[in-house]
């Protein structure tokens, strides 16, 4: 079955960028939408956005300005760039394939995640 | 932005049990809502999709009902495997939003 696995780098300094991949293994990324989304410590989840495999991306207006996704279908992998970081984006940062059914869609699976801290 | 929001907040339970967690959209998302249970050091894992279809190898205790505004998700016996964070997730609008999460501990 589709596996999906985070990686990157756990501490980031203000004001960088925060980088991350997710590679996708068990399937091919050539088909739905791959999503970034995260969750704060002890809070609740957050949408950043997907990217289908055609490289058309949907951002959260609220990070729309600092985001970018890409798709390496090559590699089997997606990736994000938060630019411009603060101590508010420290969070778990999960990957998770939007899977599409009769107009219906919803996340699975997901990554494990992995935490990245914004600190210097 | 479709807001969601849960109720409630937390709750106390017995093995056995049965449990609601209530999530309500602040506008008609038809039966565009999902439901995922997340434990402790662990990612989300999806229950229902489309307000009521059980997704597959999750036990039939869990049942997911409602249409438009409000949902509930249904537990039917609580096992203790099922001590967890329920979230439910519209996807009705294009910004994907969650509601702030509902918390099932052993009373």
């Known amino acids: 079955q589709v596996q999906l696995q985070e990686s990157g780098p756990g501490l980031v300094k203000p004001s960088e960028t925060l980088s991350l991949i997710c590679t996708v293994s068990g399937g091919s990324i050539s088909s739905y939408s791959w999503n970034w989304i995260r969750q704060p410590p002890g809070k609740g989840l957050e949408w950043i956005g997907y990217i289908y495999y055609s490289g058309n991306t949907n951002y959260n207006p609220s990070l729309k300005s600092r985001v970018t996704m890409s798709v390496d279908r090559s590699k089997n992998q997606f990736s994000l760039n938060l630019r411009s970081v603060t101590a508010a984006d420290t969070a778990v940062y999960y990957c998770a394939r939007g899977y599409d059914s009769s107009g219906f869609n919803w996340f699975d699976p997901w990554g494990q995640g992995t935490l990245v801290t914004v600190s210097s | 932005d479709i807001q969601m929001s849960q109720s409630p907040s937390s709750l106390s339970a017995s093995v056995g049990d049965r449990v609601t967690i209530t999530c309500r959209a602040s506008?008609?998302?038809?039966?565009?809502l999902n439901w995922y249970q997340q434990k402790p050091g662990k990612a989300p894992n999806l229950l229902i999709y489309?307000?009521?279809i059980l997704q597959s190898g999750v036990p039939s205790r869990f049942s997911g009902t409602g249409s438009g505004t409000d949902f509930t998700l249904t537990i039917t016996s609580l096992q203790p495997e099922d001590f967890a964070v329920y979230y439910c997730q519209q996807s009705h609008s294009t910004l994907l939003t969650f509601g702030g999460g509902t918390k099932v501990e052993i009373k």
């Open positions: 489309a307000a009521s």
């Open positions: 506008q008609s998302i038809g039966l565009y």
